[in-house]
């Protein structure tokens, strides 16, 4: 089930072996997997995301207020 949820704060993730990639504030849908967790988003002009975190980064950003689920 897809939840809603915005980012505030930096919330990032690790693209392969790259460098750690920002996902910018506003709105993201997230799917929560046994093993991870998906984002999705649109920046502001209009190209989409996508980004599988663990879910122990998740938790993390919860805690944190970084990444703030839909009431």
């Known amino acids: 089930m897809t939840q809603h ?12 072996d790259g460098m750690p ?3 910018p504030d506003g709105p993201v849908d997230i ?4 093993d991870s967790v998906t984002l999705s988003w ?3 002009e209009g190209n989409t995301g996508t980004a599988a975190i663990t879910r122990d980064e998740y938790a ?4 944190e207020g970084k990444i703030r ?3």
């Open 5 to 16: 949820a915005v980012i505030r704060g930096e919330v990032c993730f690790r693209a392969g």
């Open 21 to 23: 990639v920002e996902i």
């Open 42 to 44: 649109s920046d502001s």
């Open 60 to 63: 993390r950003y919860l805690k």
């Open 31 to 34: 799917e929560v997997a046994p």
């Open 69 to 71: 689920l839909a009431q």
